[in-house]
Every structure is written in structure tokens, then in C-alpha cells.
């Protein structure tokens, strides 16, 4: 879609698992059906220790889905997904020194991301948690910071809360948690480190009280969490220059993340702009004057919250605001969206800086 001159948004699903995974029930070309279904342009699987769908040949466009794949790199704590690499990373799985692999992934010239950092899982249910415990590390581009299973697997602390959770799961998505949107205001105050959504889709088969379940169906997955990631130029026909275009901007920080199960996101607009300089989501002002203005555009109706570095500066319910902007800063926003009369999470925009 194009929203502005010279701007296309694309939305697209980060971190999926098919049958190449352990865990994973779900062929490749299935999972491209309900991407094509959920008007998804881009997907990028990630399968548990494992190329095997790179080296199947699923890399690549399939019926207007541009299918990437990458691994996420999973022993019992810190997990990550790696992209851009020819060959898995961590044979061994009960190997937990995540600076080893994150090295090992640049050494073959890739770039990875933190994923789930404050995962907690579902005692209840016998779900694991699996968060990020070594926040010394160096050398990832981006951390997740809204998580479909993380998020879900929350609700699951009862037999009843479970069941109205398996119904209704996207009304119980409560969005990023607050300690993770912490740590990410405070690790942006002194690296760049990009913010994206995945959902960590299994379809997975569970079996409780003699019956089955699946959590979830990508078409329902798909419909949740999206990235979205904005480009200067179309997503090109040939699939290398569009690898190049997806990968350049996720390291960009040109993306956002949503939740579009209720509400598309098309003509979402986060800017800074005056009469010397202009920035979108993942830029910069350099020159802080007069007439320095940030600027918010919907497509329907939201409750919009204007962070500076971690601090609530503004907060109104519009499709659109435009405020004066005095102090340099890291400028980021959240938009939650009015669903049966309670405000439900929305958009989280990766920031802008003034400086």
C-alpha cells in the first residue's frame, strides 16, 4: 500500500514454525495460503535449529508472499532468531551462552533478534517460561516487543480463564508488557536496538480433559500480530533485491507493530518534520528548531500516547494530532483502538530521535 508519496507499508509475520520444527505441525505451502488469505506480503519462518526450508527451496515469492527464512536458536533460556545465515547455528541445544551464537550468526554474516524476552509461559498448563536472562550481550539488531503466545499463554492461570481465552484470544491480548517496553525506552537511550511483533506460531496440537486442541491456525495467527515494515520503494519481482529490501529495513527500524485482527493499520503516519529535516519511525532530526512538529495520522479513530524517553508527554483520542516539539529526545507512540467500549492495544511505533 501506499500511504504517502514515495512510501509503501507492507504488512507481513515474523517468527513461524512449520513442519520442519519439532514442534511444528504445518507444511510451508499452508502457511503461504494463510498469509495470502491475511494479506500478508512477507513471512519469515523460523524453524528450531533448522534450515531445512531454505534448503527445500521455500526461500523465495510463492503466490504473492515473499517467503524468508531464518532459525531461531532455542536452548533452555534465550532464545534467538537468526536471518540471513546459509547454515544452523548451535548444534548442541543445551548450550546457553547466547554472546557465542549471536557472534557465530555475524561471523556468517548475518544479523539476528531477541525474541520473547519476558516470556513467563502457564504453570497451569505445564507451559515453560523461556525468557531473555543475559542482557550483557552485544552485537542484535532488534528484541520483540509484543509477542502473540507470550501474551496469550498469560491469560491461561485457570480452567475457566483458559476457556474464554481458547474463544475470544485476541480479545484477551492485553499488548506489550510494560517491563518490556522498559527495557527497550532504556536500551535506546544508548545503542539503536529496532522493536518488531511476532506471533511464535506452532499450530500446535494440545490435548486437555480428553480433548484436542490447536493453538493456533495461522489463519487466526495471521490476523493478530503483524510487522509492518515501510519501504521508499515497491517490494521488487526479484526476489534477492526484496530480501535486501525487507532486511534493510528491519534494520532501519522502518516498522511498526499491530494488532489488525479488528482494524487495519494502512495510512498509519508517525512523523517529525520542520522546514530543514524530516524523520519517520527509525530516524533522526539532527536540528532541533522552531517549528519542529510531530505528527500522528490514523485511519480510523484511536486513543494516541506520545512517549519521550519512556515518559507519557501526551495522550489523546483522535485520527490525528500534531504537537510542538521544544526538547531533543527518543519519541515513540502507542495507539490503542476502542473495541466494544474498552481500548484495546493497537500500534507501537519503533521511535524517532531528536537530537
Same mark, same amino acid.
Given at each position: 500500500m501506499i500511504f504517502e508519496k514515495n512510501r509503501f507499508d507492507y504488512p507481513g509475520a515474523i517468527h513461524i514454525h512449520t513442519q520442519y520444527s519439532f514442534d511444528g505441525n504445518t507444511g510451508v505451502k499452508d502457511i503461504v495460503s494463510s498469509a495470502k488469505k491475511n494479506g500478508l506480503k512477507f513471512i519469515i519462518i523460523t524453524d528450531h535449529f533448522s534450515l531445512e526450508a531454505l534448503k527445500e527451496g521455500w526461500?523465495?515469492?510463492?503466490? $504473492?508472499?515473499?517467503?524468508?527464512?531464518?532459525?531461531?536458536?532455542?536452548?533452555?533460556?534465550?532464545?534467538?532468531?537468526?536471518?540471513?545465515? !546459509?547454515?544452523p547455528v548451535l548444534a548442541q541445544k543445551d548450550c546457553n551462552e547466547p554472546q557465542?551464537? &549471536?557472534? =557465530?550468526?555475524?561471523?556468517?554474516?548475518?544479523? $539476528?533478534?531477541i525474541a520473547h524476552p519476558d516470556h513467563t509461559g502457564a504453570k497451569k498448563f505445564r507451559i515453560k517460561d523461556y525468557p531473555w536472562i543475559d542482557w550483557s550481550v552485544e552485537g542484535y539488531t532488534a528484541m520483540s516487543i509484543w509477542d502473540l503466545m507470550t501474551d496469550w499463554q498469560e491469560n491461561l492461570t485457570s480452567v475457566l480463564k483458559a476457556l474464554f481465552s481458547y474463544i475470544f484470544p485476541a480479545w484477551v491480548l492485553k499488548g506489550a508488557k510494560n517491563e518490556t517496553l522498559f527495557r527497550w525506552d532504556e536500551l535506546n537511550k544508548t545503542r539503536k536496538i529496532s522493536g518488531y511483533g511476532e506471533i511464535d506460531n506452532h499450530n500446535s496440537k494440545k490435548q486437555y480433559f480428553g480433548l484436542f486442541f490447536k493453538i493456533f491456525p495461522f489463519?487466526?495467527?495471521?490476523?493478530?500480530?503483524? /510487522?509492518? %515494515?515501510v519501504l521508499n520503494?515497491?517490494?521488487?519481482?526479484?526476489?534477492?533485491?526484496?530480501?535486501?529490501? &525487507?532486511?534493510?529495513? @528491519?534494520?532501519?527500524f522502518s516498522l511498526y507493530?499491530?494488532?489488525?485482527?479488528?482494524?487495519?493499520?494502512? $495510512?498509519?503516519?508517525?512523523?517529525? !518534520?520542520?522546514?530543514k529535516n524530516s524523520a519517520y519511525y527509525g530516524g533522526e532530526i539532527n536540528i %532541533?528548531?522552531?517549528? /519542529? =512538529?510531530?505528527?500522528?495520522?490514523?485511519?480510523?479513530?484511536?486513543?494516541?500516547?506520545?512517549?519521550?524517553?519512556?515518559? &507519557? @508527554?501526551?495522550?489523546?483520542?483522535? !485520527?490525528?494530532?500534531?504537537?510542538? @516539539?521544544?526538547?531533543? $529526545?527518543?519519541?515513540?507512540?502507542?495507539?490503542?483502538?476502542?473495541?466494544?467500549?474498552?481500548?484495546k492495544p493497537w500500534i507501537y511505533s519503533n521511535p524517532i530521535w531528536v537530537k
Open positions: 526461500e523465495g515469492w510463492h503466490d $504473492g508472499v515473499l517467503v524468508l527464512v531464518g532459525e531461531e536458536i532455542s536452548p533452555r533460556y534465550n532464545h534467538y532468531l537468526a536471518f540471513n545465515i !546459509k547454515e557465542s551464537y &549471536i557472534d =557465530k550468526v555475524q561471523m556468517q554474516g548475518g544479523f $539476528g533478534f489463519d487466526f495467527a495471521f490476523s493478530t500480530i503483524r /510487522t509492518h %515494515l520503494e515497491a517490494l521488487n519481482n526479484d526476489y534477492e533485491r526484496a530480501k535486501e529490501q &525487507i532486511y534493510g529495513a @528491519i534494520k532501519s507493530v499491530c494488532q489488525e485482527r479488528w482494524n487495519k493499520t494502512g $495510512g498509519f503516519v508517525f512523523s517529525i !518534520k520542520n522546514s %532541533l528548531n522552531e517549528d /519542529t =512538529k510531530l505528527e500522528v495520522l490514523l485511519p480510523s479513530k484511536g486513543k494516541i500516547r506520545v512517549i519521550c524517553n519512556g515518559g &507519557i @508527554i501526551k495522550e489523546e483520542v483522535s !485520527k490525528r494530532i500534531e504537537i510542538k @516539539i521544544e526538547n531533543a $529526545g527518543i519519541y515513540r507512540v502507542e495507539i490503542y483502538q476502542k473495541k466494544l467500549g474498552f481500548y
